[in-house]
């Protein structure tokens, strides 16, 4: 029987209800997993200097991700959570937090994008499909609340918003 020990969920926390979170919570809860929430935050394709960004401001980028995931870490009371932001590519970066943290699973949604914005955004769900070191669960944004209760009759899977 496959155990799980660990689920690593990558966030997108501008996705106010991410679906994902709820897939991994009960996923969780049935192992007695831990999460680990992740967010990479958009960086730049360049240097900070050559778009005259301060590094003080990606800097606090970073605080603002860490302080958005460890306010959805906080609702979160009947599992073991820690929280992860990478400074690096999401793709990139998940896949090395995967095998560093030795995670057993990874739950993330898609965003489903296809044609030129596929081209020109890339797929972060896809790098992760090919490079992960463990399995990966991929849902469509709209596709968890019918395998898991939904947080509005259950105040235990309720989430904070960023």
């Known amino acids: ?11 997108d926390l501008a ?39 301060p590094s003080t401001d990606y800097a606090g980028i970073l605080a ?10 906080q609702t979160i009371q009947d599992l073991p959570v820690e929280t992860q932001v990478v400074m690096a590519e999401p793709g990139p970066g998940i896949v090395s937090l995967a ?3 030795q995670a057993d699973l990874i739950v993330m949604t898609t965003h489903g994008r296809s044609g030129l914005g596929r081209v020109l955004m890339g797929s972060v769900a896809e790098y992760v499909l090919r490079h ?3 399995p990966v669960l991929t849902l469509k944004p709209a596709t968890a609340g ?3 209760d939904q947080p509005e009759s259950n105040p235990a899977l309720a989430m904070a918003s960023p």
Do not use: F, G
């Not at 029987?1 to 966030?11: E, N, Q, T």
């Not at 603002?64 to 959805?72: I, P, Y």
């Open 146 to 148: 019918s395998w898991v």
């Open 99 to 101: 095998e560093k943290d």
């Open 64 to 73: 603002e991700a860490q302080r958005s995931l460890d306010s959805v870490a």
């Open 1 to 11: 029987m496959l155990r799980l020990h660990s689920i690593l969920v990558p966030l």
């Open 15 to 53: 996705d106010p209800m991410p679906s994902a979170l709820s897939v991994a919570r009960s996923l969780a809860r049935d192992h007695q997993a831990k999460l680990i929430l992740v967010n990479c935050p958009a960086t730049p394709p360049y240097t900070t200097a050559e778009v005259m960004v």
């Open 132 to 134: 992960a070191p463990c």
